[in-house]
T-cell receptor, first 119, second 113 residues
Framework: AQTVTQSQPEMSVQEAETVTLSCTYDTSESDYYLFWYKQPPSRQMILVIRQEAYKQQNATENRFSVNFQKAAKSFSLKISDSQLGDAAMYFCAYRSAFVSSFGNEKLTFGTGTRLTIIP | DTGVSQDPRHKITKRGQNVTFRCDPISEHNRLYWYRQTLGQGPEFLTYFQNEAQLEKSRLLSDRFSAERPKGSFSTLEIQRTEQGDSAMYLC???????????FGPGTRLTVT
């Protein structure tokens, strides 16, 4: 079974600075997807960024980028120019790319990192 | 596109009572997922549907839990004989096709007293 570990329960960053959230995972599969989801207080979870394991190039979405190290099974999220609206719980998630007719489409989440933005 | 909706948003019930939650996915999304999130934890997968077929169930889904998706539209999650350990946020998500992004609803927060 796959596992996802986020070792930083809480992080804080000064507004306009850069912060990196860590995530490691364990899997025996060679092809999979990794995600970072954001869950603002009392609001629904939204996808921040997605990475396909077969792609060597790190994904980037505006101020959000990842550092994907497949051999090390590491998937960190970098937020540049942090804004007050970035304050949220951030979850790293894994999904297998091997989907059968009987399922295997579930997301496996880490325990999350609470990010605080200091004005 | 109004997003994934869930009803109710909050539910307080007494131990031993039955509760039912509803999820309306984004229209035309044929996949629907249920997750449970307890305080301080990430969401944990419960079950998912492709259209009306329930394709996978987690071992977290005990016999007291049942989920349906009649006609492949909305879904219901019922918990019978609730226990205090069932207190959690129940999240629903939907996606258009296999491998696509899962869009989450706001969740139903269940408190069992």
């Amino acid at each position: 079974a796959q596992t996802v570990t986020q070792s930083q329960p809480e992080m804080s960053v000064q507004e306009a600075e850069t912060v990196t959230l860590s995530c490691t995972y364990d899997t025996s599969e060679s092809d999979y997807y990794l995600f970072w989801y954001k869950q603002p207080p009392s609001r629904q979870m939204i996808l921040v960024i997605r990475q396909e394991a077969y792609k060597q190039q790190n994904a980037t979405e505006n101020r959000f980028s990842v550092n994907f190290q497949k051999a090390a099974k590491s998937f960190s999220l970098k937020i540049s120019d942090s804004q007050l609206g970035d304050a949220a719980m951030y979850f790293c998630a894994y999904r297998s790319a091997f989907v059968s007719s009987f399922g295997n489409e579930k997301l496996t989440f880490g325990t999350g990192t609470r990010l605080t933005i200091i004005p | 596109d109004t997003g994934v909706s869930q009803d109710p948003r909050h539910k307080i019930t007494k131990r031993g009572q039955n509760v039912t939650f509803r999820c309306d996915p984004i229209s035309e999304h044929n996949r629907l997922y249920w997750y449970r999130q307890t305080l301080g934890q990430g969401p944990e997968f419960l079950t998912y549907f492709q259209n009306e077929a329930q394709l996978e169930k987690s071992r977290l889904l005990s016999d007291r839990f049942s989920a349906e998706r009649p006609k492949g539209s909305f879904s219901t999650l019922e918990i019978q004989r609730t226990e205090q350990g069932d207190s959690a946020m129940y999240l629903c998500a939907s996606s258009l096709e296999m491998g696509n992004e899962q869009y989450f609803g706001p969740g139903t927060r269940l408190t069992v007293t």
